[in-house]
């Protein structure tokens, strides 16, 4: 059975919780891809500077008739 890792969060009160939010108000929406696509490449072993190239030969388009 898994145990919950109590060391990664603390307790805390709603204004203090709202003092240590990740962005502040100021930040724009590039900055915050710009952290995902980060945390994104972090998780996977991605490098950012060189992501791999999209396989293409996985699914298949075709046009719609009606």
């Known amino acids: 059975m898994y145990k919950m890792d109590k060391t990664v969060g603390k307790a805390m009160t709603h204004k203090e919780a709202e ?15 710009d952290e995902a696509w ?14 791999p190239k999209m396989d293409k030969t996985v699914g298949s388009s075709r046009k719609l008739t009606h």
């Open 38 to 51: 980060y945390l994104t490449c972090q998780a996977y072993g991605i490098d950012p500077e060189n992501p």
């Open 19 to 33: 003092k240590e939010k990740l962005f502040s108000p100021e930040t724009t929406a590039k900055e915050r891809l």
